[in-house]
């Protein structure tokens, strides 16, 4: 790791042993980092300590960035990339940046010019394509439904439309 980068670092979706969806290289790059930007301080130590059994936990820095965090606050976030440090972002489950917080931390690495540096992983939406039997050339990811009752139906009802409109496959 020559430049710094912020690199999205995929974490298991359920219980499905470490070994069977995330390749050693992404444990390669977990070992060497020292600052993590984490959805869930918790279920991140834990990641971090089946990638790497050895990782010193206590001398690791972490942000959290959930929908509690002052969106202001995330530049600190990247503050050891100005300083030659590589950050990584572990969200809940999946792949960060996606239907994630990390989106906005990933937007501010941009516009500061950082590399970003998406590492391979399960991914919910992709894994739903790939199982549904729907059109996987053409579908739309509409993150999360409303949680009224009657503004959820008009919105199935819309993409439902849609779906058959343009023969593209929804997902929510």
Request: glycine content about 6%; charged content about 20%.
């Amino acid at each position: 790791m020559d430049k710094p980068a912020l690199y999205l670092i995929p974490v298991m979706l359920g219980e499905t042993p470490l070994d069977k969806v995330i390749p050693s290289y992404n444990n390669t790059v977990v070992s060497q980092l020292k600052h993590f930007i984490v959805e869930n301080l918790r279920s991140a130590r834990r990641f971090l300590k089946k990638c790497d059994p050895n990782i010193e936990i206590d001398a690791l820095s972490f942000y959290e960035l959930n929908k509690h965090t002052d969106r202001s606050s995330l530049s600190d976030y990247l503050l050891p990339m100005e300083k030659g440090e590589s950050v990584g972002v572990i969200s809940e489950a999946g792949c960060p940046a996606v239907a994630d917080p990390g989106a906005d931390v990933v937007a501010i690495a941009q516009q500061k010019g950082y590399r970003v540096v998406p590492l391979v992983g399960p991914s919910s939406i992709l894994m739903a394509v790939m199982a549904s039997g729907f059109n996987g050339q053409s579908f739309a990811f509409h993150g999360y439904l409303p949680i009224d009752a009657g503004e959820r139906a008009r919105k199935i009802k819309q993409l439902e439309a849609r779906s058959y409109q343009e023969e593209q496959t929804q997902l929510f």
